[in-house]
């Protein structure tokens, strides 16, 4: 299968999943990846150009030691995307609340010093990014068309609030990680489909229904 032909192919698959869907805001930092607006006043941001990034993402992540490669966010419905792309691709996660001082102060338990951070919004995940652009630590971002993107190495301009939106960019970066380390053809399927990776509510409402009984417990004490 020739390059075009399976872009095409990958394309076809993916617009259905809401991933070029952004919001009714635009910054000056993420026009340039705006083909136009929706009916509803929604910003479109170029699937091609989305598609593209990932496959830069993938050569970049491929160079490092996978490793030393964090992914991490605080966005919920990040979760389960990212547990199936550190699944398939080795690499280590960080989920939910980022703790201070993890990049920047080595007198900390769980101080950590990555070669590259995957972080699934700018805004949600900005004491991430600030510690990583403070640590010299290159960043790669999913990024929305109302997100601030000046400390991120690399966008990835794409839905990043949508559950299926979120499941298709892990799904299509962990795929062409796995290309790129020839770990996978291109014409091979992958062992999970990107239903696989989407964060379903029954995951949320189990994670609250936890937090709100380990919250009870502690105040029992």
Not at 185 to 209: A, G
């Amino acid at each position: 299968m020739s390059e075009q032909t399976e872009m095409s192919a990958i394309k076809k698959k993916v617009l259905s999943t809401g991933i070029r869907v952004g919001t009714d805001v635009k910054t000056k930092f993420m026009r340039q990846y705006i083909t136009e607006s929706s009916p509803e006043g929604l910003y479109m941001l170029d699937i091609d150009i989305t598609l593209s990034r990932i496959k830069t993402a993938a050569k970049f992540v491929s160079r490092k030691d996978i490793k030393r490669v964090i992914v991490c966010s605080g966005r919920e419905y990040a979760s389960t995307p990212i547990e199936k792309f550190c699944e398939c691709t080795g690499a280590p996660m960080m989920l939910r609340r980022f703790m201070p001082g993890t990049l920047t102060n080595p007198s900390l338990p769980f101080y950590t010093e990555p070669h590259l951070l995957i972080i699934s919004d700018p805004q949600v995940d900005s004491q991430a990014v600030t510690e990583a652009t403070n640590a010299g630590v290159p960043v790669i971002g999913i990024a929305n068309t109302d997100n601030l993107t000046s400390k991120l190495d690399l966008v990835i301009p794409a839905n990043n609030r949508g559950r299926k939106a979120l499941a298709t960019v892990y799904w299509l970066l962990a795929r062409e990680i796995l290309i790129q380390k020839g770990e996978l053809t291109e014409d091979q399927d992958m062992k999970y489909e990107i239903d696989d990776f989407e964060t379903k509510i029954k995951d949320i409402e189990e994670d609250e229904d936890d937090d709100f009984q380990k919250k009870n417990y502690t105040s029992r004490f």
